[in-house]
């Protein structure tokens, strides 16, 4: 979004400033914030620290991250010439407005008048404490007058006006769904990817996933899977990434119906970092990259700092608390604990990916589960009263909220559950979280058995309602599987949360998983 183009008639003070502004956000990267907590020459010397491990493998045989440097070479010529720029100029840190002002000889902006109905105040935002549209300074008194987002990831001097904000998401929207595209506001650890450091990372784990997935590349095909460029060593992080199974084709066919966001409760220089091993070209994600310091409520997300409409913005999480104002555009799904660390995080008792020597399967995993979940809901929206020219739509009353609600409701639908033995004595059944979610999922729920009932969940057989079940044919599922199914958003079979069924259930996964070996021994699996 250009801030240029999408602002009222400006002044010929604003037509200035928002070229140079435009120019200064499509130049500098947001880890100028000071969430990431680093100068620019340390982050800069990051990024270089990895290129410089060399490409392919490190001293001890590990795959790094091979990064592009010219693009940040390119910036620092961009940033210096500036810096000489305003030396010549003589210009100081009290002397922001004649920044704006001197930059029109250099841009060769086109300087326009404005209406004096598009005069300030009110000011729609400041940049550097001045306004955006008139190039006045900041008031202390407008301080108090108007509320505000800072937008850090954009510029860490950035911030707009809640009218302002409000505009943009109107005047956005009006662009977006004619070109039938929503907003998608993604979570990063546990979500896309899953990353532990350095000094988390077990030796014997350690061991497997080099020899694993660093030694070599598996055969595309192969019963063990493919594991090409899924694991990185990013030595500036001392860290691990794993990217989840399927993320690739998960954010290609997710950017034909949504404009995506990442938003992470990490710090900025991480944050970056991911976004660019998910999307190194740069074309899912833009600036769009918000971070824990980015964040206006602490511990906790929000979409106040999102220029999107709510009523168009699906998010996707493996976490709901962090979401106490948006519950009603989240669409919560199951964490990926691929390290052993990940678990110990959550105080899980089952083995990771890794100690199992597993991962997830890519068109059966969670990713690919939650892509037809989206497909669904952008179906859906856009289908919704069977509009005959969707571009001359006029989309009023129309709210993804409540698209996903009716989703989540097709999920169980014209199921009857009943529960045995699940719920503590004396508790209100209605409130427990299983009897939640499976009325969320479209499912009737009962405390009393009759010819209806389609399924009884319970831990054993050796319950009167588990003992009916197999008497009447009834489907007997361990709790595992509305769980699953609430993760999923889809159905799961049942007789794969059978009581009696065999399961692996030390895994700390609900989908299905492949065996992930070592080369040596995938090279013998495959020849025996």
């Known amino acids: ?37 680093d100068s620019e020459e340390e982050n800069e010397s990051e990024y270089i620290e990895d290129r410089n491990e060399g490409e392919g493998f490190s001293n001890d045989g590990a795959q790094v991250v091979e990064e592009d440097v010219s693009a940040y070479e390119e910036l620092d010529a961009e940033r210096s010439k500036r810096r000489r720029l305003c030396e010549e100029k003589g210009i100081e840190h009290g002397e922001r407005k004649e920044v704006q002002i001197s930059m029109k000889q250099d841009l060769e902006v086109n300087i326009q008048t404005s209406s ?93 996933i080099t020899s694993t997935y660093l030694t070599g590349v598996l055969n595309p095909g192969s019963e063990v899977g493919d594991t090409s460029r899924s694991l990185y060593r990013l030595t500036s992080l ?4 794993k990217l989840r199974p399927f993320v690739h084709k998960f954010l290609e066919e997710a950017n034909e119906m949504y404009e995506m966001y990442v938003y992470t409760m990490g710090e900025r220089g991480y944050a970056l970092k991911m976004a660019k091993l998910l999307d190194p070209k740069g074309k899912y994600f833009g600036t769009r990259v918000i971070s824990q310091g980015d964040s206006t409520h602490r511990h906790q997300k929000n ?19 962090v979401w106490p104002r948006h519950r009603s555009n989240l669409m919560v799904m199951e964490r990926y604990h691929f390290f052993s660390s990940s678990c110990r995080q959550f105080n899980l008792q089952g083995q990771s990916l890794t100690q199992a020597m597993r991962d997830e399967t890519e068109m059966e995993g969670t990713l690919a589960s939650m892509l037809r979940a989206l497909r669904s809901v952008h179906q859906i929206f856009f289908d919704e009263n069977n509009d005959k020219d969707i571009a001359r739509s006029d989309f009023n009353g129309r709210d993804v909220r409540q698209v996903i609600k009716a989703v989540r409701l097709k999920v169980l639908e014209g ?25 969320e999922l479209g499912a009737t729920c009962s405390t009393a058995l009759d010819e209806s009932v389609t399924h009884v969940v319970a831990l054993d057989l050796g319950t009167d309602k588990s003992r009916w079940a197999v008497q009447h044919k009834r489907y007997l599922v361990h709790p595992h599987w509305l769980e699953a199914t609430g993760y999923l958003w889809q159905r799961q079979v049942e007789e794969k949360f059978s009581i ?20 040596e021994d995938a090279e013998k699996e495959e020849d025996s």
């Open 500 to 519: 009696t069924a065999k399961k692996n259930s030390s895994i700390s996964t609900f989908v299905e998983s492949i065996p992930v070996l070592p080369w």
């Open 116 to 208: 004096s109905s598009q005069e300030c105040p009110p000011h729609p935002g400041f940049m550097w404490g001045v306004c955006i549209r008139c190039g006045n300074m900041k008031q202390n008194s407008e301080s108090n007058d108007q509320t505000g987002v800072a937008l850090k990831y954009i510029h860490k001097d950035f911030e707009l006006t809640d009218t302002e904000i409000e505009r943009l998401r109107e005047s956005d929207l009006k662009k977006l769904l004619p070109r039938q595209k929503l907003y998608l506001v993604l979570d990063l650890d546990h979500t896309l990817l899953n990353s532990a450091r350095f000094v988390d990372v077990l030796p014997e784990e350690e061991a497997y």
């Open 1 to 37: 979004m250009s801030l240029a183009a999408e602002s009222p008639s400006p002044s010929s003070s604003n037509d200035d400033f928002a070229a140079f502004l435009d120019l200064e956000l499509a130049s500098t990267p947001s880890d100028t914030s000071p969430a990431n907590g």
């Open 303 to 321: 979409l106040d700092v999102v220029l999107g409409a709510e009523s168009a913005v699906v998010i996707l999480d493996d976490t709901e608390n």
């Open 238 to 241: 001392q860290m691990w990434t």
């Open 415 to 439: 199921c009857k559950i009943v529960f045995s033995r699940i719920f503590p004595m004396d508790y209100p059944a209605e409130k427990h979280h299983l009897w939640r979610t499976a009325e």
